[in-house]
Structures are given as C-alpha cells and as structure tokens.
C-alpha cells in the first residue's frame, strides 16, 4: 500500500533498470509516468589500458591465468557462495587455470573464507576492501567480471553498479541472475549468462 500510494503521489517514477520498471507499473502506475535510467559507470576511472605491473606484483596476480573478478560487497544477495562452488568444481577436474579473486567486504565473507579453506582451494583469493582507483586496475588486470546474485525473483530486476563499470573496463561479463542483464549479455554480446 505504502509504495502505490508513493507512486501515484509521485510526478514521475525514474526505475534503474527495465525490471523494475516493469515492478513500478505492475504497481498501477501508468507507463507515461515511469522513465528507465540505468545506474552508469565511471569511465574516467574503468576503462581497457595497459596492465600495471605494480598492481600485478602488490595483489600478486597470475597472468597465466585466466583471472575472474566479484568487486564489491561480499553480500547475502549477491550468493557468492555460487562462485566457490565453481572453483570447487574446477578442482575435482583438476583444472587450476581459472582464478576467482574478490575485492570488497561484507557479512559472506568469513562464511565464504571457511568454504575455501575446508577444501584447501588455491584458486579463491580474497584481495581486501579498497578505494575504487584500486579496484579498476586490479579489474584491469582481469579477463571477466562477475556480477552475482541469489535466485531470488526481485534480485532479476536489479542494476548493479559492477555490471556497468565492468562493461566501461571492457570486461566479460559473467552473470547468474535470469532477469534483463541476462537479456543484455547474450543480447549484446558482451557476456555469459550461467
């Protein structure tokens, strides 16, 4: 009730990304009174530029490998345990030529550092929580970026910011949430859906 009678009080709705748009209208709130702008990127500071070879050497990074990055926070919703049961998975096929590194904190990481632990992977690093300079050249230095959520229906219609500063790095894209980021991935060709 309380977000009907916001919208309708509303002059104009401004959604970040086309599923919640779809939500606001679903809600009773005509189509001419809803605009859809998608969260941005930074491209002063994301962009595709030579690897910075101190950025290699400080976090350490193998460039023989192929190098997938989650920045951000290492949140419930974004069920990144998904990812470490992918490099769990690698490791029963003995293939150790895919490295996950995460940038960020939050409440999953303990929980997530455990999972590594208990099954001695060394293809999960955990890079610590850094100013976001930081976080576009290690991102720079990468090959994907995943942007994960839980399978939870209102998690579809999100507009994470990684997803657009990953793009503007000129990244891969790896997304696990069935909504309209998997439109635009396969869409446009610029990422995986799995």
């Known amino acids: ?112 550092e455990d999972m590594v632990r208990e099954n001695d992977l060394h293809n999960v690093r955990f890079l610590g929580n850094y100013k976001v300079g930081i976080v576009a050249e290690v991102t720079n230095c990468c090959d994907a970026s995943i942007t994960s959520f839980k399978n939870l229906p209102i998690l579809a219609t999100n507009s994470p910011n990684k997803l657009f500063d990953s793009l503007s790095a000129g990244k891969t894209i790896i997304v696990n949430s069935a909504g309209w980021t998997k439109d635009m991935v396969e869409n446009d060709n610029c990422g995986f859906y799995v």
């Open 1 to 112: 009730k309380f977000e009907k009678r916001i919208y309708k009080r509303s002059e104009h709705v401004v959604a970040l990304s086309p599923g919640m748009q779809e939500g606001v209208i679903k809600a009773g709130t005509p189509v001419e009174k809803t605009s859809m702008i998608p969260n941005m990127s930074k491209p002063d500071i994301f962009y595709p530029h030579e690897v910075n070879m101190d950025i290699v050497k400080r976090f350490d990074i193998d460039l023989t490998k192929f190098n997938v990055i989650h920045f951000g926070m290492l949140a419930v919703a974004n069920g990144l345990e998904y990812i470490v049961k992918a490099a769990i998975e690698l490791k029963k096929r003995g293939d150790d030529s895919i490295q996950f590194l995460f940038m960020g904190e939050g409440a999953m990481q303990p929980m997530l």
